[in-house]
């Protein structure tokens, strides 16, 4: 028996949950039998690959393997920017940087406290805040302008 008829034989597929793709399908998108059976590979292993993870883990699968990893985010950089944010609430009014400000601002002000920080300030003498707690302010402000775009 051929490879790709050994996946496709129903005695070798667990029915209890379905693939991605029907044999058929797969059968349709490739004419040759040796990528027919290439992709059929691909489609078994991703489709026993998900069932394994999902009996591992005890869960189900979730696909979101595109999306950003927040859990790599160091919480102190999230803190640090929250910091710098709260000054910025309490002195131009919460959320003020959503109203659109100019990115050349934005980036000068980094700018300023990254290059005090790099000479030796650790603490911006306005704020008493980090300078570095105002550059992950500023760089979360750029970002989101970006992100209006």
Do not use: C
Not at 119 to 124: I, M, Q, W
């Amino acid at each position: 028996m051929s490879k790709v008829k050994e996946h496709f034989d129903p005695a070798n597929i667990d029915h209890s949950i379905p693939p991605k793709e029907t044999p058929r399908e797969v059968w349709e998108q490739y004419v040759d039998a040796a990528e027919a059976s290439k992709e059929a590979d691909r489609i078994f292993r991703e489709y026993q690959n998900d069932k394994l993870a999902a009996f591992v883990s005890g869960r189900g699968t979730k696909h979101d393997g595109n999306k950003p990893d927040l859990t790599l985010v160091n919480r102190q950089v999230v803190e640090a920017a929250a910091r710098a944010l709260m000054y910025g609430a309490r002195k131009y009014g919460r959320d003020n940087y959503k109203l659109g400000i100019d990115e050349n601002r934005i980036k000068a002000a980094i700018l300023r406290h990254l290059f005090a920080d790099l000479d030796g300030e650790r603490l911006d003498p306005e704020s008493g805040l980090e300078h570095l707690d105002h550059v992950a302010a500023g760089v979360a402000m750029w970002a989101y302008q970006r992100s209006r775009k």
